[in-house]
């Protein structure tokens, strides 16, 4: 019993050590750096009063989600009242011409973030389903990589800001449509995001794909894998890996650019948020621009967080450190 | 005469920025239908080239490859190859990477059930069956490699080529392996083309021990037979005179003949090391 007891003892021992770094010491990071942002913002003055330190942007935080349900309420409300009156329309005259209007109060930040989410997955979809076939062809064919990599390296370094003025015309010029499906200014945003989305996945599936062992390759060759086949079976597996390196990249990069897109092209979303805020120039405008972002900050780490999960799912090598 | 293969005075020359290297020059090989030949040599001498050019891999720069008549002109499952270093897919069972050659091969040849019996029956033949649902990082280096010949033998080759398969192994794996080796080609007599380094291995397998002098213009410098009965037993043979005869032959070939040029060793300690070893 003794041994028994002793032997539970050292595993819990050897438990302490790992729960002190995974929980402890990150806690105790945080902890700093709220205490370094409460003394440095309590003597920062702008025109628009103090900064805000982490407690006024917790308080902005809560009232944030109670302008939502707000919100949400009226909407309900005003919904009540169109149904309402359209039905006694009908009872007075059943062949009256009823009108139903969507809700068009100002959008809650939480709607914007489910926006600027929405829209980010859209352009992300896109640049992926151009980037992971081209990142296929260049990593099998040297000649294609040889075409495409002049181009991949020219554009890969380009700001979003410079292509959304061009995305912008070219959207309006061409995305002619009586009842359009997307908003113009959402295609903008998508497209600008796009654009920035492909240039890692396509070089980091191009190095994955260019990388295969090449006795996997000669295997393929001996057996006669056909081309499909010998890519199904043979490249997408073994470059797996790279792929979602490239993908997270990607996801991130399109997130970082959506934001300022979105203040640009005055897309509804988070960075539309931040820009009326500033403009708007409230005393509590910096607190609410500071809750948009540590959203931002939170929402892009739960992306990568998802693409690591879906990576865990699709990927054969299970043993692989994924950071 | 015709013979079941013949390399045919075959050169290759490769072409790199830096200029280019002549690997082999007018190599020529007649191999008979069940014969076993082990190529050995220096490292860098060529013997994988030699390979790689049978296996279809690699072309020739002159001279040409003929099995059973035909010219080789690319890959292909009449010469499956047993890579060094296993060469599975990870990210499929040990029957999954049988089943991907197997269903590939004899795709319009073979029902579902009789692939499956066939792939079955080949892991049994590298008595691999009880791990068939085990992934490749989860079983041993010797056990990967006996899937590599399993998966190489479902082709039904008409020709096996090793390219150094037990080079990587420890030496009791190596032994079991190579015993196992023996038994295989004993029951199904395929004609077998092996690469090694390793002397004893060459004497105890092969009928015919093939040795290429040190590149660059690599050429066969000379052929041993080694008239040993079969089944050869390893233990019977550490005392043999014919065996010890065979070893003593590649040996002085390898280090006193064709000393690798690079190494600038003394000639005279090889030859104190050789009878060392002798």
Redesign the interface.
């Known amino acids: 019993m003794i041994t028994l007891a002793s032997i539970n003892l050292e595993a819990a021992g050897r438990r302490l050590p790992m729960l002190f770094a995974r929980g402890v010491v990150p806690a105790a990071g945080i902890a700093f750096f709220l205490l370094i942002w409460h003394i440095t913002a309590n003597n920062i003055d702008t025109s628009l009063g103090k900064f805000p330190g982490p407690a006024q942007v917790w308080e902005q935080s809560n009232s944030l989600y109670e302008e939502h349900l707000e919100q949400r309420e009226k909407a309900e409300r005003f919904h009540e009242r169109q149904e309402k009156r359209n039905a006694e329309k009908l009872a007075k005259n059943p062949d009256a011409e009823v009108k139903w209007r969507s809700y068009t109060g100002k959008p809650s930040f939480l709607d914007q973030i489910f926006t600027s989410l929405y829209t980010v997955m859209f352009g992300f979809v896109l640049a992926s389903a151009v980037a992971i076939p081209l990142g296929i062809a260049c990593g099998l064919n040297e000649r294609i990589y040889q075409a495409f990599n002049p181009i991949i390296q020219v554009f890969k370094p380009v700001s979003p800001l410079a292509w959304l003025p061009l995305v912008t015309m070219v959207v309006s010029a061409l995305y002619v449509s009586d009842d359009p499906m997307f908003e113009k200014s959402f295609l903008n945003s998508a497209f600008t995001v796009a654009l920035c989305c492909l240039w890692p996945t396509v070089i980091n599936t191009t190095v994955g794909v260019a990388g295969i062992?090449r006795?996997?390759v000669?295997?393929g060759?001996?057996?006669?894998?056909p081309p499909m086949?010998h890519v199904a079976?043979?490249v997408l597996?073994?470059s797996v890996p790279m792929i979602f390196t490239g993908l997270r990249l990607s996801l991130a990069t399109g997130w970082m650019v959506l934001i300022a897109a979105e203040m640009l092209a005055q897309n509804p979303g988070l960075g539309k948020f931040i820009w009326d805020e500033f403009q708007n120039g409230s005393s509590n405008s910096l607190a609410r621009i500071m809750v948009a972002v540590v959203t931002i900050g939170l929402i892009g780490f739960a992306l990568d967080r998802c693409m690591l999960l879906l990576q865990r799912r699709v990927s054969?090598?299970k043993?692989a450190v994924l950071r | 005469m015709t013979h079941f293969l013949d390399i045919s005075q075959i050169s290759k020359t490769f072409h790199t920025d830096s200029g280019s290297f002549e690997a082999l020059r007018e190599v020529d090989l007649k191999i008979s239908e069940g014969e076993f030949i082990s190529l050995i040599g220096h490292s860098g001498c060529g013997k994988s080239t030699v390979l790689n050019i049978v296996a279809g891999l690699l072309d020739v720069t002159s001279g040409g490859v003929f099995l059973d008549n035909k010219q080789i002109t690319e890959p292909g499952p009449d010469r499956a190859v047993v890579f060094q270093n296993h060469a599975l897919m990870p990210w499929l069972t040990v029957y999954g990477n049988v089943a991907l050659a197997v269903k590939t091969v004899f795709k319009k040849t073979k029902s579902k059930a009789e692939m499956h019996e066939w792939i079955e029956h080949n892991l049994a033949l590298v008595n691999m069956s009880h791990a068939a649902g085990k992934m490749p990082h989860e079983i041993s280096g010797g056990m990967k490699q006996r899937v590599g010949i399993a998966r190489a033998l479902a082709m039904q080759p008409k020709l096996l080529l090793m390219d150094e398969p037990f080079g990587a192994l420890d030496a009791l794996t190596r032994a079991q392996l190579q015993d196992t080796t023996m038994e295989i080609h004993r029951e199904l007599g395929n004609t077998v083309i092996m690469i090694t380094h390793d002397v004893d291995e060459a004497v105890l397998l092969s009928d015919r021990i093939v040795m290429m002098s040190n590149g660059p213009a690599a050429r066969v410098g000379q052929i041993v037979d080694v008239n040993l009965a079969r089944p050869r037993e390893r233990l019977a043979l550490a005392e043999d005179a014919q065996f010890n005869h065979c070893r003593r032959l590649v040996l002085d070939f390898l280090y006193a003949a064709h000393q690798k040029p690079d190494t600038g060793e003394n000639p005279n300690e090889n030859v104190a090391a050789q009878s060392e070893a002798a």
């Open positions: 062992d006795d996997l000669n295997v060759k001996v057996i006669k894998l086949t079976k043979i597996p073994s054969w090598d043993s």
